[in-house]
C-alpha cells in the first residue's frame, strides 16, 4: 500500500484467511487520491514544524491566506470543495476524518454515536462513490479487441541490407 493511504483504510483493505477484504482495490485507490488531494491542498494535520514558506506564511498565525496560497493548493481546495459539493453530507464527513485528517473508525464511529461497526459501511459506501466520481471500478472494463493504431504503416528496417554487408 502507499504511504498516503488512511491507516483505517489499509486495515480494511487487508486481506483475511476466512473472508475477502472489506475494502476493493478502486476503494484504496480512492482514498489515496483524496488523501493526496488534502495534502496539497495544505488541510493535513502536522505532527513536527515545517520550514516550508507555503506553511509558514507571513503572518503571525503561520496559516497562509487564499493569496499566499500556490496554485495547486488552491487548486486541490478547489477540487475538494466540488467534491463536498457533489457527495452525501454524512460521506464527506466520513471521508474528511478517515482521509483527510487520518482518524480512526472508532474514533468517528464513538464521536457521532454510530452502532460499533457502523462507520465501516458508511466509509465503504463513500468510497464507492468516490471512486466512481474518479471514474474508477471494481474490474477494467474496455473493448476485448482494438484496432492496432502505428506511426508507419511499414516498420522501417534499423539496419538496411545494404549496411550489413
Known sequence: MAECVPD????LAASRR?????LLPHH????????????KALL????????????????????????????SAADAR??????AAAM???CWDVLVDICGLDRGLQDVETERDWPRRGGK?????????????????????GREVARQRQWLSERVPMF?????S
Do not use: C, K, W
Open 8 to 11: 483505517a483504510v489499509v486495515r
Open 18 to 22: 476466512d473472508a475477502p477484504p472489506f
Open 28 to 39: 484504496v485507490e480512492a482514498a489515496r487520491r483524496l488523501a493526496l488531494t488534502f495534502e
Open 44 to 71: 493535513r494535520q502536522r505532527v513536527t514544524m515545517s520550514y516550508d514558506p507555503t506553511r509558514v506564511g507571513g503572518r503571525a498565525s503561520g496559516s497562509p491566506v487564499q493569496g499566499q496560497l500556490s496554485v
Open 78 to 83: 478547489r477540487q475538494l470543495n466540488d467534491l
Open 88 to 90: 452525501p453530507s454524512e
Open 121 to 141: 459501511l458508511v466509509l465503504r459506501i463513500a468510497l464507492s462513490a468516490l471512486a466512481a466520481r474518479y471514474g474508477l471500478d471494481a474490474e477494467a472494463q
Open 160 to 164: 538496411p541490407a545494404s549496411a550489413r
